[in-house]
């Protein structure tokens, strides 16, 4: 049994938390889609992007902005996806510089085998330990926080040049 934190101990005891969950959680969901068959969990997010993305795809960029990967690693996972047919790289008719990431027929099959099992984990190793009071706790607070970074109120203070 843990004592009652401090009040200034509460933030870190919250962060900590988040990571220990999310990282049991999330390595039980990449067991089960691995047991299943399926794509591996980082493709799984990738082609969760792609199908809810207006055609044609996603720009690379704002692909490795949607998931949470690098913008290295997103480039370096949608070679293998591509070598697997599951998306293909087109480049901008416009802007030779624009690369998109496009779903293709097979990448859409494989969403849809994974989605299933996905969403299973989901319950499973996350909601079915929670009330109904606290998803929504939690959900409020860390959409708080992904707005306060999508709104730039996060964003590091700048000194003043000389």
Not at 100 to 116: E, H, K, N, Y
Not at 127 to 148: F, M, N, P, S
Request: charge should be negative; charged fraction near 30%; include cysteine.
């Amino acid at each position: 049994m843990r004592l009652p934190l401090r009040t200034d101990d509460l933030g870190i005891e919250a962060w900590r938390s988040v990571l220990l969950a999310s990282n049991a959680a999330l390595r039980a969901i990449e067991a089960e889609l691995d047991r299943a068959g399926t794509v591996p969990l980082t493709w799984y997010d990738v082609l969760l992007e792609l199908q809810a993305a207006e055609a044609p795809g996603l720009r690379m960029r704002d692909l490795a902005d949607r998931v949470v990967l690098s913008r290295t690693r997103v480039s370096r996972l949608v070679d293998e996806m591509a070598a697997d047919g599951l998306v293909r790289k087109e480049t901008d008719g416009n802007d030779r510089r624009v690369v998109w990431a496009v779903l293709t027929d097979a990448g859409r099959t494989a969403f849809r085998r994974a989605v299933p099992v996905y969403l299973g984990g989901i319950e499973k190793h996350f909601a079915a330990h929670l009330t109904d009071e606290e998803k929504q706790i939690i959900a409020t607070g860390l959409l708080k926080v992904a707005h306060a970074h999508r709104t730039g109120a996060c964003e590091p203070a700048r000194e003043d040049a000389p």
